[in-house]
């Protein structure tokens, strides 16, 4: 690894089961389902998170970060950049928490990835098209 470099620590079994504890209730379950004709040498299951509230996985990393951060105190919103899915988990924990919630969409995004995170409240700015002006951009706003 260089310097400047982020380090990337991985998360621990205590991490995982603290996550666990934190989403207890907040989401859909979703079901495992065999693929036994895929693989030959043993179980394969599949993880159906197109099942879950937002049609994807995303809500179960955005909320854990979210009630984190509520848990270490003076969180007033939350604010994120997104194209869609992402976008949808936030605004689900803003909903959740009854906190505010900023998505810095792109001028490009679909109309139904939008409709998703106003639906559950989230205020939604359209901006650029690359993510590096959408960061650029919530970053101003969440100041």
Do not use: W, Y
């Not at 179960?60 to 969180?75: H, K």
């Not at 959408?134 to 706003?141: C, F, I, N």
Request: glycine letters at 12%; hydrophobic letters at 45%; proline letters at 5%.
């Amino acid at each position: 690894m260089s310097a400047g470099e982020p380090t990337i620590e991985l998360p621990t079994l205590a991490d995982v089961e603290a996550a666990a504890g934190r989403l207890a209730g907040r989401l859909e379950r979703t079901p495992l389902v065999p693929l036994e004709d895929l693989v030959d040498d043993g179980e394969a299951l599949l993880k159906l998170e197109s099942r879950q509230v937002t049609g994807s996985f995303k809500p179960r990393g955005a909320l854990n970060a979210s009630l984190r951060a509520v848990e270490r105190g003076g969180v007033s919103g939350l604010a994120t950049a997104s194209s869609g899915n992402h976008g949808q988990a936030v605004a689900l924990a803003g909903e959740q928490l009854g906190l505010p919630c900023l998505v810095v969409a792109p001028v490009d995004a679909r109309e139904t990835k939008l409709a998703g995170m106003q639906a559950r409240g989230a205020e939604v700015v359209l901006h650029g098209r690359t993510s590096a002006e959408r960061l650029g951009r919530v970053a101003e706003l969440a100041a």
